[in-house]
Antibody
Framework: EVQLVESGGGLVQPGGSLRLSCAVS????????MTWVRQAPGKGLEWVAN????????YHVDSVKGRFTISRDNAKNSLFLQMNSLRVEDTAVYYC?????????WGQGTLVTVSS | QSALTQSASVSGSPGQSITISCTGT?????????VSWYQQHPGKAPKIVIY???NRPSGVSNRFSGSKSGNTASLTISGLQAEDEADYYC??????????FGGGTKLTVL
C-alpha cells in the first residue's frame, strides 16, 4: 500500500524557517519524481516544487524561488522541503504527492502557520 | 505562472451531467497532453480522477471523463450523485518545466 506521511509543520514567525519531511512507503521511491503542493486556508491548490527521481532536476514556483528548496534522500525514502524566510502568505497545508504531472497519491498534509 | 481559468461554481441535479472547463494557453494546456483533474472533499486531501487529458485511474467511476480542445480542457461528470459534490481542480504541465493548477470549481449537487 502506497503511503505518504508529512511532518514538520507548525507555527513559525515571519522570517523564520521550517523543514518539512515526507516519509514514503509501498513503492520504489528512487524511481519517481515527487512534488509538494500547498493550499492556503479557504483557497485553491498551488504547485510548489518537484524533484526528479535522482535529485538531478528541481523546479520551484516563482513565489518561493530563493526561499524554499526541495530535496530527497532515496536511501531513507524521504522527501523534504526546506522553507526559509517564511512569509505570512506561506501559511498553508503542505501536501507531499507522488509523480510530477500526474499526482496519483497524496499525503494528508501538514499545516504551516506563519504568524507573529 | 498564472493559474488556469476555471468557473468558480457549477451545479446540477442528481442524474444529470455537468462539464467543468479549464482554460489555459498554448504554453500549458494547449501545448501538452499532461492535464489532470483532482476532486477534493472538505477537509480531505485531493484525489486524482483524470490524468493525461482523458485517462481514468483504476477505481475511479466511469462517470468521470476528460477531453481537450485547443487551450481548454474539460471534465464531464455524468449521472451526478450526491457524493460528487466537491471542489475540482485542473492541473497542467507548462513550457517552463513547471506546473500550474486551475483556481478550482465548486460542484453543488442540488
Amino acid at each position: 500500500e502506497v503511503q505518504l506521511v508529512e511532518s514538520g509543520g507548525g507555527l513559525v514567525q515571519p522570517g523564520g524557517s521550517l523543514r518539512l519531511s515526507c516519509a514514503v512507503s509501498g513503492f520504489t521511491f528512487s524511481s519517481l519524481w515527487m512534488t509538494w503542493v500547498r493550499q492556503a486556508p479557504g483557497k485553491g491548490l498551488e504547485w510548489v516544487a518537484n524533484i526528479k527521481h535522482d535529485g538531478s532536476e528541481k523546479y520551484h514556483v516563482d513565489s518561493v524561488k530563493g526561499r524554499f528548496t526541495i530535496s530527497r534522500d532515496n536511501a531513507k525514502n524521504s522527501l523534504f522541503l526546506q522553507m526559509n524566510s517564511l512569509r505570512v502568505e506561506d501559511t498553508a497545508v503542505y501536501y507531499c504527492t507522488r509523480r510530477a504531472w500526474t499526482l496519483d497519491y497524496w499525503g494528508q498534509g501538514t499545516l504551516v502557520t506563519v504568524s507573529s | 505562472q498564472s493559474a488556469l481559468t476555471q468557473s468558480a461554481s457549477v451545479s446540477g441535479s442528481p442524474g444529470q451531467s455537468i462539464t467543468i472547463s479549464c482554460t489555459g494557453t498554448s504554453s500549458d494546456v494547449g501545448g501538452y497532453n499532461y492535464v489532470s483533474w483532482y476532486q477534493q472533499h472538505p477537509g480531505k486531501a485531493p484525489k486524482i480522477v483524470i490524468y493525461e487529458v482523458s485517462n481514468r485511474p483504476s477505481g475511479v467511476s466511469n462517470r468521470f471523463s476528460g477531453s481537450k480542445s485547443g487551450n481548454t480542457a474539460s471534465l464531464t461528470i455524468s449521472g451526478l450523485q450526491a457524493e460528487d459534490e466537491a471542489d475540482y481542480y485542473c492541473f497542467s504541465y507548462t513550457s517552463s518545466n513547471t506546473l500550474v493548477f486551475g483556481g478550482g470549481t465548486k460542484l453543488t449537487v442540488l
